[in-house]
T-cell receptor, first 113, second 113 residues
Framework: DVKVTQSSRYLVKRTGEKVFLECVQD?????MFWYRQDPGLGLRLIYFSYDVKMKEKGDIPEGYSVSREKKERFSLILESASTNQTSMYLC????????????FGSGTQLSVL | GENVEQHPSTLSVQEGDSAVIKCTYSDSASNYFPWYKQELGKRPQLIIDIRSNVGEKKDQRIAVTLNKTAKHFSLHITETQPEDSAVYFC????????????FGSGTKLNVKP
């Protein structure tokens, strides 16, 4: 079974802090994604990566950056956390280039106070 | 970019009844349409998907239909059971922008015993 592991289930941070969300997958998937989930808005793509050191902006990249130094790990960085970044963050991975199944992590509920 | 709209936002049915969730998409180049189920407190998981070269796909009690001309697709669940209670998300992926999924806003299905 594919395992996508997010480092924290719950996180509480202060406004202005730098926040790192880590995601690791164990199936040698090329593609990794960070989504943000808010009630009534579905899942919105923040960034994705289709190879090591490659990254592309999703629909809502403002205020976020990412890092993919190794194939199995994809990090989401909030340079200066703000209260409007309070949300559930979901990492996902997939194999291949054309519409492949997404495997999601269990999510990190981030609260910015 | 692609815009995926999903209706209804909530759906309540009696156990044994059928449930239908509908999604529309805007970009005719989208060619892959998955459905994800997210149970309370759990990660989204793929339950069924369809590609643009077919009009219908079934898997036991669930089915998905696609109308490319009208740009809409639907999830059908027959003989609903309490364990079908969850949030369901539709998505569309663009053949020229591989693996960039656009998700609907979700439908909360409640199956009453």
């Amino acid at each position: 079974d594919v395992k996508v592991t997010q480092s924290s289930r719950y996180l509480v941070k202060r406004t202005g802090e730098k926040v790192f969300l880590e995601c690791v997958q164990d199936m040698d998937h090329e593609n990794m994604f960070w989504y943000r989930q808010d009630p009534g808005l579905g899942l919105r793509l923040i960034y994705f990566s289709y190879d090591v050191k490659m990254k592309e902006k999703g629909d809502i990249p403002e205020g976020y950056s990412v890092s993919r130094e190794k194939k199995e790990r994809f990090s989401l960085i909030l340079e200066s956390a703000s209260t409007n970044q309070t949300s559930m963050y979901l990492c996902a991975s997939s194999f291949g280039r054309e519409g492949e199944k997404l495997f999601f992590g269990s999510g990190t509920q981030l609260s910015v106070l | 970019g692609e815009n995926v709209e999903q209706h209804p936002s909530t759906l309540s049915v009696q156990e044994g009844d059928s449930a239908v969730i509908k999604c529309t998409y805007s970009d005719s180049a989208s060619n892959y349409f998955p459905w994800y189920k997210q149970e309370l407190g759990k990660r989204p998981q793929l339950i069924i998907d369809i590609r643009s070269n077919v009009g219908e796909k079934k898997d036991q009690r669930i089915a998905v239909t696609l109308n490319k001309t009208a740009k809409h697709f639907s999830l059908h669940i027959t003989e609903t059971q309490p364990e079908d209670s969850a949030v369901y998300f539709c998505a569309a992926a663009h053949r020229y922008n591989f693996n960039k999924f656009y998700f609907g806003s979700g439908t909360k299905l409640n199956v009453k015993p």
